[in-house]
């Protein structure tokens, strides 16, 4: 039983070139270079996973990983489900689609792992727990099959922290390309044990 995940960065966003907080209200979707990337995405997928067997494809909620995975889904021929698990950080209304600025100007003193670093918004522990209970999910429902999930740099980066035990604070950072590639597999049963272990395949490729 191979059960095998495939995280997707999102295609170039508008917020990202416009310097914008996109969280749910703010989000603008892709560029038309993002929608370029993802169709290129769409193509490398279908032919990778031609033969593969059941396939699913999961996205965040947010526009830019939405427009991500159509075209994904549409190439696999199975209709994309959204999961809020999956999405970045839950943005505090005050900040979202304002400019990146708003919330360099809204620090919280002592922000850490377990503490946010400005006011109102989530911290990095929430978002892991949060990102990995729905990837955990997904992987229980769909064992032994293929899931394609769209989402963001911090949904990739929360794979480490779920699929690798590595701890909350890492001793290293990971740059994400936008339409890259990121897989894990696992040869038993995903949840079948607290020690279930995960191989890296590849990373933002």
């Known amino acids: 039983m191979r059960t095998r995940l495939i995280f997707v960065r999102h295609g170039e966003s508008v917020h990202t070139v416009e310097r914008l907080i996109g969280g749910r209200a703010g989000c603008r979707g892709l560029t038309t270079t993002g929608h370029e990337q ?85 911290t990095w522990a929430e978002l892991v727990v949060r990102t990995g209970r729905s990837i955990m999910d997904i992987a229980h429902r769909h064992a032994g099959e293929t899931v394609v999930l769209v989402g963001h740099s911090e949904t990739v980066n929360a794979s480490f922290h779920t699929l690798g035990a590595q701890p909350l604070l890492r001793a290293f950072d990971t740059v994400v390309a936008p339409a890259s590639v990121t897989e894990w597999t696992c040869d038993e049963h995903p949840t079948i044990s607290l020690w279930t272990r995960w191989t890296l395949h590849r990373f933002s490729a």
């Open 38 to 122: 993802a169709a290129v995405l769409a193509t490398r997928l279908a032919g990778e996973l031609a033969g593969a067997g059941p396939v699913h494809v999961y996205s965040s909620e947010l526009r830019r990983a939405v427009e991500t995975a159509a075209p994904v889904a549409a190439a696999l021929g199975v209709a994309p489900v959204t999961d809020c698990g999956l999405c970045t950080w839950h943005y505090p209304s005050y900040a979202d689609g304002q400019p990146v600025e708003v919330l360099k100007n809204a620090p919280l003193p002592g922000g850490g792992v377990h503490r946010p670093f400005q006011a109102e918004n989530e």
